[in-house]
């Protein structure tokens, strides 16, 4: 079972993709990770995150202990991975990474979930489900706010708001890969959910596709047989 979640920042992708996986025991790979981490790396070594062929080389290079770093969920991470994944060379490097982990996932797991951005439309388009879950913007900078006064980082209202649609408009607006739909995404908006009733639905579209699938599959187990 393969489950694509995709949307804007700050949607609620996260928080789904590890109850999902909990619930049906899924390996599940936070795409954003890898982006922060170019991103992250590329600003380190004092490199401009605009710039293709130094971002390309750091995303061909990325090693596992990148993955570990303590600033990745920092909202100047955020902003360096937005530059950085508007690169095709970036994209192309990471896309096989994102593609074996999809397919082969670890022992006793039944199958694996992805966040990002382009997970039903270019990484996972065979996945069983596809999820856009999304939600107003001034919701979402809002509880990227709280998010990150809980965390007690200092956090301006307006600033994040401002961040989040800049974000956007890079991710929705890039030629690669743009943020957008899978034709056969159910689009989830949470603007008026809480997180169960975001989970409750995504429960109800992914146990539909399952049986769909179950049903698809019969004739040929009976025919095994
Ligand atoms: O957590 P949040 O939704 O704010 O961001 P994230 O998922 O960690 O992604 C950070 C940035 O990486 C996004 O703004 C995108 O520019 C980029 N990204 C992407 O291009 N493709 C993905 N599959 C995942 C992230």
């Known amino acids: 079972m393969i489950i ?7 949607a609620g992708k996260g928080t789904l993709a590890r109850r999902l996986a909990t619930k049906y025991g899924l390996a599940l790979l936070d795409t954003g990770l890898l982006y922060r981490a170019v991103g992250v790396k590329v ?12 971002a390309t080389k750091v995303a061909q290079e990325l090693e596992p202990r990148d993955l570990e770093a303590e600033t990745l969920r920092s909202d100047e991470a955020a902003q360096a991975a937005s530059k950085v994944s508007a690169i095709p060379g970036v994209r192309a490097a990471l896309l096989q990474f994102q593609r074996d982990f999809a397919h082969h996932p670890p ?11 382009d997970i039903g439309t270019v990484v996972c388009p065979d ?14 900078a809002h509880r990227r706010f709280k998010e990150l006064q809980e965390r007690e980082l200092d956090a301006i209202y307006a600033r994040v708001l401002e961040d989040m649609k800049e974000r956007d408009a890079r991710d929705s607006g890039r030629d690669v ?9 159910f689009v989830l908006d949470t603007s008026d959910m809480d997180a169960d009733a975001a989970f409750a ?3 109800d579209f992914v146990a539909s596709k399952d049986r769909q699938d179950r049903v698809r599959l019969e004739p040929r187990r009976k025919h095994r047989e």
């Open 201 to 203: 639905a995504a429960l």
């Open 177 to 185: 890969a743009p943020l957008e739909p899978a034709e056969d995404a």
């Open 127 to 140: 996945a069983l489900a596809k999820l856009f879950v999304t939600a107003s913007t001034e919701v979402r």
């Open 4 to 10: 694509a979640i995709d949307g804007p920042a700050a």
């Open 107 to 117: 022992e006793g797991k039944n199958g694996t979930v992805l966040d990002g951005r």
């Open 43 to 54: 600003v380190g070594a004092g490199g401009d995150p605009e710039d293709a062929a130094t």
